[in-house]
């Protein structure tokens, strides 16, 4: 007796298939695996063969026979998820529901932004940690003892005290710059955004935590020409080539000159005629802090006195945020509310 078994296996597929009932299935099963069904038939036929047919005969009716318990066992859970479902009213017919896609954070959406910009200027991007030294901080950037922003009113600092010194939250991304040139030499030119913490009181311009954008560049003969060319491409690449820029003398412990960068306002294009609430009617908006490389930091990293010049620059990310996007209050970035978060 011979038997054509991919056929067989094909035509009971097709059947289980189509069963709708376990009772319909059960049938199906008697047929093929059945004390009297077709398998039942085939294994009995095997006295009839010769002793080199009987064992490849045999293997294909045990594979038939795993490959239709397999299907049966698959129909039959198959059969009892779909009773279930109908019996607590669920109809498996009905669309299904597509989940929400989730989106970037506006303040990650500027760092991206921020970072595509300077990297394409040739700039990399570093990270550094949250928790810094007061050498890092204050002292490497030539920030000195007295100076008001070392006082434990303006810094966050952590207990306890080890022989190295104070650790703290650092209170901007400037002690990456240190830690940078401590282990390179020149050419270098970095970006470094994060967190930084200060004990600000909490309103609608100002947070205890906040991001910020520190960036340098460091080489032979750089000069400040080069850093006012840097951030004029820069301000017209994120607010548009119409965006005027100024700079405005101004006080730094680790940059000498040092200077504030002011654009003009993008909501009122300058126009003073008007009260624009976002600049004040003065038309113009403070964006960044910046100047050239202080000697003293340079002798804090060791590097030779005189061999290298350098610029660098620092901005809050949140501020750009807000007037990239015209939002009026800082708080809002952190308040996980979805209906301003779907926005972006």
Not at 80 to 91: M, N, R, S, T
Request: proline fraction near 5%.
């Amino acid at each position: 007796m011979s038997f054509d078994w991919t056929a067989i296996e094909q035509e009971a597929q097709k059947e289980i298939n189509q069963a709708e009932t376990a009772k319909g299935l059960e049938g199906l099963r008697i047929k093929y695996l059945g004390r009297h069904g077709l398998l039942a038939k085939a294994t009995g036929s095997i006295s009839t063969l010769t002793g080199e047919e009987r064992p490849e005969f045999g293997k294909k009716v045990n594979i038939l026979k795993n490959n239709l318990i397999r299907l049966l066992e698959e129909k039959t859970r198959y059969l009892k998820e779909q009773k279930a479902a109908c019996a607590c009213g669920l109809d498996w017919t009905l669309p299904g529901v597509i989940p929400q896609s989730g989106s970037l954070h506006p303040i990650t959406q500027t760092i991206q932004e921020l970072s595509s910009i300077f990297s394409k200027m040739g700039f990399i991007v570093v990270e550094g940690p949250e928790i810094e030294t007061e050498e890092n901080n204050f002292s490497g950037l030539n920030i000195p003892l007295e100076h008001p922003s070392r006082d434990a009113f303006d810094t966050f600092y952590l207990k306890p005290e080890t022989r190295k010194g104070r650790f703290l939250l650092r209170s901007h991304t400037s002690p990456v710059q240190i830690r940078v040139m401590r282990k390179y030499r020149p050419p270098l030119a970095v970006i470094v955004p994060g967190k930084v913490y200060r004990p600000d009181a909490v309103d609608a311009s100002h947070s205890f935590m906040f991001h910020q954008l520190e960036g340098f560049l460091v080489d032979d003969d750089v000069k400040f020409s080069d850093l006012k060319g840097i951030l004029a491409v820069f301000v017209k690449k994120l607010f548009g080539e119409d965006t005027k820029m100024r700079f405005r003398p101004h006080f730094f412990p680790f940059t000498e000159p040092s200077a504030e960068v002011d654009i003009s306002c993008i909501i009122c294009k300058s126009n003073q005629k008007n009260k624009c609430s976002v600049c004040g009617g003065k038309g113009w908006l403070e964006i960044l802090g910046c100047g050239m490389i202080h000697p003293n930091v340079f002798a804090n990293v060791g590097y030779p006195r005189g061999k290298y010049t350098g610029f660098a620059f620092g901005m809050g990310v949140d501020r750009i945020a807000m007037l990239k996007y015209g939002i009026n209050d800082i708080r809002l970035f952190y308040e996980n509310d979805l209906r301003f978060l779907r926005q972006f």
